[in-house]
C-alpha cells in the first residue's frame, strides 16, 4: 500500500503521516527530507546553491524512485510538488490512495505565523501579509491539490482525528 499526502506548508502532511504510517505499521517518508538525504543538502540551500529548476528536476527524479520500492509506505510531499511537471500523474498512476489535506486559509495563516522563522518561503513577510500570501498560492495550486484522490477537510480537526478518515478511507 502507498499513501500520499498532499496540501499547502503547514496543512500537517507529516504530522499526520507519520500517525498513519504508526497505525497501519509501515514506512513513512518525507520527500523533502529523502531529497536532502540524496543530495546531501537542504532544500534550502539546493534552491539558493543550485536554483529551483535543479531542485524541481530532482524532486521528479526521486518521486518516480521512491514509487519503484516495493514497500508499502506513506509519503509526505512538498507543498508545491504536486504543482510541477506531471508529478501528479505520477502519484495518480502509482496509488489510489493520494490525500488533498485541505485545511483552511485561516488556520493555515494561524499555523504559519506560529513556525514563521522555520519557513522560507515567508520567513522574510509581515505577519499581516501571511493571509494574502497563502491566499494566492492555494489559488494557483488548488487545480494540482484537487487531482488528488480523495480531499480530506481539516476543518479544526486533531491530527489524529485526520489520520483516522485517511485509514478508513483507503482503497
Do not use: W
Not at 15 to 34: C, H, M, P, S
Not at 151 to 169: C, D, Y
Amino acid at each position: 500500500m502507498k499513501i500520499v499526502l498532499l496540501g499547502y506548508m503547514g496543512s500537517g502532511k507529516t504530522t499526520i503521516g507519520r500517525i498513519v504510517a504508526n497505525q497501519l505499521k509501515i514506512k513513512f517518508l518525507d520527500l523533502d527530507e529523502y531529497i536532502e538525504e540524496q543530495e546531501k543538502m537542504t532544500v534550502a540551500n539546493i534552491f539558493s546553491e543550485r536554483g529551483e529548476l535543479y531542485f524541481r528536476k530532482k524532486e521528479r527524479e526521486y518521486l518516480s524512485e521512491i514509487f519503484l520500492n516495493n514497500d508499502d509506505f506513506v509519503l509526505s510531499l512538498g507543498g508545491g510538488t504536486p504543482c510541477f511537471g506531471d508529478n501528479m500523474a505520477v502519484v495518480n498512476q502509482n496509488t489510489k490512495n493520494s490525500f488533498y489535506l485541505n485545511i483552511h486559509i485561516n488556520e493555515l495563516s494561524t499555523r504559519l505565523k506560529k513556525e514563521k522563522e522555520h519557513r522560507p518561503m515567508i520567513a522574510h513577510l509581515a505577519n499581516e501579509e501571511i493571509q494574502e500570501f497563502i491566499g494566492k498560492h492555494l489559488f494557483e495550486r488548488s487545480f494540482f491539490y484537487n487531482m488528488a484522490h480523495q480531499k480530506i477537510k481539516g476543518a479544526q480537526r486533531t491530527p489524529k482525528a485526520l489520520a483516522e478518515e485517511i485509514i478508513n478511507s483507503l482503497v
